[in-house]
């Protein structure tokens, strides 16, 4: 099948799922720059509001439906084991195994061979300092994507300017021309994130040629990336980290905005509302945007979510799009238009919490090549998953929150989710007026004139 811009995508999975990949955490360091907090406890259980700090991400891990874990754990491994136990206070399908640093240290390559005999097929690996809100699907899928074309590893990269540490990384056109930690060279504009995913291959080929020598993972990455056999999944969210007191003390900041203090929300659609429709030649109708290129943001659209955002609202954009499941693009295409929608956002200042999208369609055509996204789901507005499912991670005032977009089905999504809803535009206001049933709490032109409505009541 060729996509909009007339060239064959490679082959991809047939269904990819979360619930179906490993996932192999690294908690084996002594967290000596905290000092205190590790004193007598290890960094993944230094408390934050009265739970371990790894608790959090995990619950995210959890939540995006990853079932099986690996902890590689070394300093007070007794105290992770006790607290975390064999998964099953998380639920009856939840499993945790445990690998054990030896009397030498082998590094975090050298742990990840140690547990060789635990490790599945394919596995995810994080960080159990590191706290990452991103959309795991994504790389889930990517990766496998990956693999179909002849890949073994993923990377997550993020575009980093030596923000939140040294950038590491070269990153164009979709692609990692160069990673290394330890020299510094010209592009480097982007870090790894600290999410990759292996085929266990990678490892099994190391344990003999090493003998229990030392590794550092990010040698095993480099070369992988020299060799043409890691892709890429960019993120754009920030990721948060407690190597150091200071960092600590933000992330502390950060879980009390977000889990313990109730926010306003804004709910937004994206097509008709962010963006313009789009033209499409070869079916000569209006519809998304297939390609990047094609992105335009409507009249009024930043300058509205800038004062939502300035506010102090938290802004999430839920929007279906069923391109591939039709069969008229694919699903990591329509990734590349959210990413840099994104980022286009983030340089005028404006940070959007999560994009979340619906990529089914309960029919698709005879032209879909990723066929796991035919399907009935939840998510698919006017149903309100994506909303009540970003609620179940964000700690919402439901009262006081909004959901934008230009169809009743937008407004049917938000009157099921428990917030209210303003209907944009102009073309079809009348005809969603009169229906009672999804009357909106407030109709206007375009975002700038909604989000000035609504921060005046």
């Known amino acids: 099948m060729k996509n909009a811009a007339g060239k064959t995508d490679g082959p991809v999975m047939e269904k990819p ?16 720059r905290l000092k205190e907090q590790t004193l007598n406890c290890p960094k993944p259980l230094v408390p934050v509001h009265g739970k371990p700090f790894f608790e959090y991400e995990l619950m995210l891990l959890l939540h995006a439906g990853f079932k099986r874990f690996v902890f590689l754990v070394g300093y007070r491994a007794g105290m992770i084991e006790e607290y975390f136990g064999d998964g099953s206070r998380y639920g009856e399908d939840i499993s945790i195994r445990y690998s054990y640093d030896g009397e030498t240290l082998l590094g975090t390559g050298g742990a990840v061979i140690r547990a060789l005999s635990l490790l599945e097929e394919d596995f995810m690996l994080v960080y159990a300092d590191s706290f990452m809100d991103v959309d795991y699907f994504e790389i889930v899928y990517r990766y496998f994507a990956g693999k179909a074309a002849g890949m073994k590893a993923l990377m997550t990269v993020m575009e980093n300017a030596d923000r939140f540490d040294k950038s590491n990384v070269v990153y164009k056109d979709g692609e990692i021309k160069v990673y290394d930690k330890k020299n510094t060279t010209a592009g480097m504009s982007c870090i790894d994130y600290g999410i990759e995913v292996f085929s266990k291959e990678v490892f099994a080929g190391l344990a003999e040629s090493l003998q229990g020598k030392a590794a550092d993972l ?15 999944c960019e993120e754009t969210n920030r990721f948060y980290e407690i190597g150091t007191p200071a960092s600590l003390g933000e992330f502390t900041e950060y879980a009390e905005r977000r889990f313990i203090g109730a926010g306003r929300a804004c709910f937004i659609d994206r097509d008709g509302v ?34 939502l955002y300035e506010s102090g609202m938290t802004l999430f954009i839920v929007s279906n799009q069923p391109a591939a499941a039709k069969g008229k693009t694919t699903l990591s295409k329509l990734y590349d238009i959210n990413t840099f929608m994104v980022k286009e956002l983030l340089r005028e200042g404006i940070r959007i919490a999560e994009v979340s999208i619906c990529p089914h369609h309960p029919k698709g055509s005879e032209r879909t090549r990723e066929r796991f996204l035919i399907q009935k789901c939840g998510c698919r507005k ?19 929150s909004w959901m934008i977009g230009d169809a ?33 709490d407030l109709i206007g032109k375009d975002l700038a004139e909604i989000a000035e409505r609504i921060l005046e009541g």
């Open 17 to 32: 799922a979360c619930e179906d990949m490993q996932v192999v955490v690294l908690m084996g360091g002594l967290g000596s």
């Open 218 to 232: 990010s040698d095993i990455q480099k070369k992988l990336v020299e060799e043409k056999k890691c892709i890429a």
């Open 274 to 307: 962010i963006n313009e429709i789009v033209f499409q030649e070869e079916t000569e109708q209006l519809d998304s945007p297939l390609l990047t290129g094609e992105f335009r943001f409507l009249p009024g659209a930043v300058e509205g979510l800038k004062k």
């Open 382 to 400: 006017p149903e309100p998953g994506m909303l009540l499912q970003i609620m179940k991670k964000y700690h919402i005032d439901k009262a006081h």
């Open 408 to 440: 009743y089905t937008d407004m049917l999504a938000g009157r099921s989710a428990g917030v209210k809803t303003a209907f944009a535009g102009d073309y079809k206001c009348d005809v969603c007026g009169r229906l009672d049933f999804v009357k909106p």
